[in-house]
């Protein structure tokens, strides 16, 4: 079995390079498939386990897809005629594979794409993007797991009001609209940097797309979209979970490439706790405190606290003096990590969609598991500062979201291997794998 193991104990120096965004490159090789003329070169990629499955799924629909990880660069000819479905064997592996969806049925007229059923955060229904291809004139059926979304002739323009800002059914509509035929107007739609670089994307390729990143985005449809070069932008939560280990290990970290406005609320949060936060030259340096205060946080849309810094901060919260809560607003069963908290000796219990705290915790090295991907970085961020070894399991996990995690932090300091059978890790301790 594959583990990370973490010595807690030592404090993190030096810089660290922020990898391109996970959650803007996936709808962003979806939307590649839109472009029925020229190739899409997209830069700065991100080498995750979830690049390589976005890339199977577009192969699958008769893409031709090249992907030179040692450059970050991936380019998509979709010029082909595509194919319709994207199968259960993605979509499982991936539930933003859905985010093909909206390009085939604004390509084809038609789409099928596994039902992604539930995950370890949540029953993640994807009702609202159904809601906005119906709008615009698409029948969706259901059955034998797939769902099914066919229009005759062109999607047409619609005006679509989000229940909640659902950041895959903006995605999915907005791609959708831009080859539909007239105006497509999304109220309430999410508004997170993922959103602007993806529409900043699409318009290269000759859509006109107007309002990211605010509530409202207006689209008028296009008749033909063709390839474009593209930079991936910086990872937020990436950056976000290396503030945590900086601030955690009472450490002195420059984060190269955070984006600060991205930041911004979780800057915020931090620095309430007392952590010191510089905006230096293209990135942010973070210099923790050993005293740390408790405070109190509610996860929301953009430009709320972002739910997937919400294991992170957990970790970081442990450390604070007195009472501090979690409240999970976006998921409804975001919290599987708090039980390896507590395998890890914390005080910490779960009242209804919060999280209360009692700190500051004297945290101990267990065996604990990577539940999803942001809770996996958050266990070993707790190691980092663990009495004695710390094993952390799942790690295919952590490898959707996050480029060589371990040798990061070891770069920076940390006492973290990763290990892929049985190892003589210590004197004192032999690991079974
Ligand atoms: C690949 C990607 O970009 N993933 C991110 C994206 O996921 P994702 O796009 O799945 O997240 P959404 O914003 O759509 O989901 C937020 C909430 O809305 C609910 N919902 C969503 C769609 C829908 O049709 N019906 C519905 O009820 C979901 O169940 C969830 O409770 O945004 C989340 C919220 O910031 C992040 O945690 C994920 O990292
Ligand atoms: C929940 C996440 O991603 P996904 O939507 O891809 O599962 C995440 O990045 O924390």
């Known amino acids: 079995m594959e583990k990370i193991i973490v010595r807690g104990g030592n404090a993190l120096e030096g810089t660290v390079k922020v990898e391109g965004a996970k959650n803007a490159v996936l709808p962003i090789l979806a939307a590649a498939l ?45 010029s082909n005629k595509l194919a319709l479905e994207a199968p259960f064997e993605y979509v499982r592996k991936m ?19 596994a039902l992604p059923g539930g995950c370890a955060i949540g029953s993640r229904p994807i009702d609202l993007h159904l809601k906005g291809f119906e709008a615009m004139g698409a029948a969706i059926t259901v059955g034998n797991g797939f769902i099914e979304a066919k229009v005759d002739g062109r999607l047409a323009g ?7 800002p659902s950041v895959g059914a903006t995605e999915n509509i907005m791609a959708a609209a831009t080859l539909a035929n007239g105006t497509t107007i999304i109220e309430n739609c999410a508004k997170e940097p993922e959103i602007v670089d993806m529409a900043n994307f699409m318009n290269k390729m000759g859509a006109n797309i107007k309002g990211a990143g605010t509530d409202t985005i207006r689209i008028e449809g296009v008749e033909a979209l063709y390839g474009a070069v593209h930079n991936i ?41 007392g952590v010191t936060i510089i905006e230096e030259g293209e990135g942010l340096r973070v210099i923790g405190q050993p005293n740390l205060k408790s405070v109190d946080i509610k996860t929301m849309p953009h430009p709320g606290f972002p739910t997937d810094m919400q294991s992170q901060m957990m970790a970081l919260m442990l450390k604070a003096q007195g009472t501090s809560v979690i409240t999970e607003t976006v998921f409804e069963n975001r919290f599987m990590h708090v039980e390896e908290f507590r395998r890890m000796n914390a005080n910490i219990k779960i009242e209804g969609r919060s999280v209360i705290m009692n700190g500051p915790n004297n945290l101990q090295g267990a ?35 996050y480029v060589n995690f371990h040798g990061k932090l070891v770069a920076l300091g940390a006492d973290v291997e990763r290990i892929n059978d049985t190892v003589e890790v210590r004197d004192e301790v032999t690991v079974q794998a």
């Not at 859905?98 to 794409?113: D, E, T």
């Not at 005006?159 to 909640?164: C, E, Q």
């Open 158 to 164: 619609a005006k679509i009001y989000l229940d909640f």
């Open 95 to 113: 539930r933003a594979s859905v985010q093909v969806m909206g390009p085939l049925l604004a390509r084809n007229g038609h789409a099928r794409v």
């Open 34 to 78: 839109l472009a029925g003329e020229g190739k899409s070169t997209l830069l700065d990629v991100p080498a995750l386990s979830d690049v390589k499955t976005i890339n199977e799924v577009l192969r699958h629909l008769n893409a031709d897809v090249e992907y030179t990880i040692e450059e970050n660069k991936v380019v998509v000819d979709a």
């Open 367 to 401: 065996e604990v598991a990577a539940t999803d991907l942001r809770a996996g970085a958050s266990l070993i961020l707790a190691g980092l500062i663990s009495e004695g070894y710390t094993q952390v399991t799942e790690l295919k996990h952590l490898d959707r979201g």
């Open 233 to 273: 932008i910086p990872d937020r939560i990436e950056a976000g979970t290396f503030m945590v280990a900086a601030a955690i290990t009472n450490g002195n970290v420059l984060i190269e490439n955070a984006v600060p406005e991205h930041l911004a609320s979780l800057t915020a949060k931090m620095k309430e706790m």
